[in-house]
């Protein structure tokens, strides 16, 4: 009589030592970095610090405000690497909620590529930024400072950029999990849309609009 033998295909499970913990650390800490760059960039870009000048508010506030937005990046990464680690432990797979939330901090790096990219062109190129929103994102064809719609806004970030960073999200969940990248790939499309949305009915509903109507 021939016993088969099933199991379920999981990634390798590499031990991981102090030292590997402490360059994951300082690892973040220089995401955090560049994300502290972005930000006081994006805040001088947009004349946030001429604005506080003139109310008498201390330079100090602009810093705090961009240490509010690099925290506020490391707590959306938390939260979608939560959502990840929840699906898929739900569904009794093998996810490593630390080493995931690196993953995802280190994709994040993506967007603040691109945000970079954005604001060099709108600084010195403004007649590529038609041609470069499909791949940066949609919202650089908007001028700045132009009104966008709630629709406009939830999608500024959609482009080449975007979709490889939800590839990418969907090939790392898929090497976590020992599994073939389409369903991860459907999960991280699917949420990634649905943050869409609701950001979209938030910008709305704070406009005093409804999404439906």
């Known amino acids: 009589m021939h016993y088969a033998q099933t199991f379920e295909a999981t990634a390798p499970r590499i031990r991981t030592g102090p030292g590997h913990k402490l360059v994951s650390v300082l690892w973040l800490l220089g995401i955090g970095g560049v994300w502290w760059a972005v930000t006081r960039r994006q805040i001088d870009q947009a004349g ?12 100090m506030s602009l810093g705090w405000l961009a240490a509010s937005s690099v925290f506020g990046r490391f707590a959306s990464v938390g939260c979608e690497s939560l959502f990840y680690w929840a699906w898929w432990r739900s569904f009794g797979a ?3 909620f630390a080493r995931f939330f690196v993953v995802v901090a280190s994709l994040s790096l993506i967007d603040a590529g691109s945000d970079t990219l954005q604001m060099l062109i709108r600084d010195a190129a403004p007649g590529l930024a038609r041609w470069l929103a499909p791949v940066l994102g949609a919202g650089l064809a908007s001028a700045p400072g132009a009104h966008a719609s709630a629709l406009g806004g939830a999608f500024a970030t959609f482009g080449l950029c975007a979709l490889l960073r939800i590839a990418l999200t969907a090939w790392a969940q898929a090497r976590e999990t020992g599994r073939s990248i389409g369903l991860p790939l459907l999960v991280t499309l699917a949420g990634w849309l ?8 938030g910008l709305d509903l704070a406009r005093g609009m409804s999404p439906l109507s």
Not at 48 to 59: I, L, R, W
């Open 48 to 59: 946030f610090d001429a604005v506080m000048g003139a109310s008498g508010a201390p330079a």
């Open 194 to 201: 649905v943050t869409r949305l609701a950001l979209w009915w």
């Open 94 to 96: 093998g996810f490593r």
